[in-house]
């Protein structure tokens, strides 16, 4: 055999075996491209999956007993075989929400993710400027937190099955002695006073209420410069109808009023921002020390994305408040009750001092949310 016959069957079998390793590399990226393609979708869709978190849904019969429990009736007046749905709730609290015995208050249920009434929130009130207005600007920001947190540890202590909330209510448009440029006797808060408040509040993982003291603007004015800030889940809203002046009115001079009409506005608004971005259920809260402050409360509609708390604002002896407290929270019913509470004007003579939490959780009902100024 010649040596040009040897090597051409060289030649031969080398060709073959790169055209072999040719296909095998051919397969391989096809493999790995298709194959991996394939995992890698997979993996994506399982990470999508698992990191969406099911749509928390409202325990019906847990929020009913506490209902009751807070009206002051008891956690087991109901029977809890027949709680577990809106019907049977309204047949159930038909002898207790009446004329009569008007808590717990027969309203919608909200959407689940809801903070009330299983958590009671604890707040200081104020605004960084002033110290006058409340605590929050009679204190460095971190004193006052950690002043909170105590207070916070009190109320936790006084009733330990409601888990305790941390919250700042925080003045974001402050009615003023003064017109100002535009002539409306309202000061709007910068956006970094703003942001403090939140951060702060974050710091705590609790929330925020942005204020709003309208003077002589308005709800529909003031309320949507705030969305930026309502579309985050821990920014609540709160407005006082102490200071919704008529023009010729001055704050401080003269007490203001809201109606239910102004009330279903913002409660409207709010549910909107809630459906638009997903996040839980908002809380309204409303200050109100007289029965003029909110007209019409009867027709104040709760709903499901929105939470609204009647707070009775108002200093004085605690017998005095305890009345106070019956005429314009017990006997206008709406959904939830707050209190607020004054450091120093609640415990001027002849008031013994401050209502206890223990006084404050005796109120029927008993308050879910809970403030300090």
């Known amino acids: 055999m010649s040596n040009k016959t040897k090597t051409g069957r060289k030649f031969r079998k080398s060709s073959l075996l790169i055209l072999l390793l040719i296909c095998a590399v051919i397969y391989g990226v096809y493999f790995v491209v298709n194959n991996g393609a394939f995992i890698l979708n997979y993996a994506v869709s399982g990470v999508t999956a698992s990191s969406t978190p099911p749509a928390p849904v409202l325990n019906i019969l847990a929020y009913n007993q506490k209902m009751v429990a807070l009206a002051g009736y008891g956690t087991t007046t109901l029977d809890t075989g027949i709680s577990a749905t809106s019907s049977a709730w309204t047949a159930a609290s038909s002898s207790i929400s009446s004329p009569i015995h008007p808590w717990p208050v027969s309203t919608v249920y909200p959407e689940g993710g809801a903070l009330l009434p299983f958590n009671r929130i604890v707040a200081y009130y104020g605004n960084f400027d002033s110290t006058s207005m409340g605590i929050l600007g009679q204190y460095p920001p971190q004193e006052m937190i ?14 330990p099955t409601t888990p305790v909330i941390p919250a700042l209510d925080y003045i974001a448009v402050v009615a003023e002695g003064s017109p100002g440029p535009d002539g409306k006797y309202r000061a709007r808060m910068p956006a970094d006073q703003i942001e403090q408040a939140i951060t702060l509040a974050d710091q705590m993982h609790g929330l925020v209420f ?21 579309k985050l889940p821990e920014v609540e809203l709160a407005i006082d109808p102490e200071f919704a002046l008529q023009p010729g009115q001055k704050p401080g001079v003269v007490n203001g009023t809201f109606d239910a009409s102004d009330i279903n506005y913002v409660a409207n608004y709010l549910a ?40 009775m604002d108002g200093w004085s002896t605690p017998t ?9 929270i017990y006997d206008y019913p709406v959904q939830f009750s707050g209190i607020k509470l004054f450091y120093k004007n609640d ?27």
């Open 320 to 328: 005095r408040k305890i009345s106070v407290y019956d005429q314009i």
């Open 210 to 230: 942005l204020d709003v003291q309208v003077a002589w603007s308005n709800l529909q004015t003031e309320v949507p410069l705030l969305e930026e800030y309502l």
């Open 272 to 311: 909107t921002i809630v459906r638009e971005n997903n996040i839980p259920p908002k809380i309204l809260m409303i200050h109100r020390w007289t029965e003029h402050m909110v007209t019409n409360s009867q027709n104040i509609k709760p709903l499901p994305e929105v939470q609204i708390v009647m707070n």
């Open 146 to 159: 950690s002043k909170l947190q105590d207070v916070v540890g009190e109320w936790q202590a006084a009733d």
């Open 347 to 373: 415990a001027l003579p002849p008031s013994p001092g401050l209502m206890t939490p223990t006084q404050v959780l005796s109120l029927k009902p008993a308050p879910v949310f809970v403030e300090y100024q």
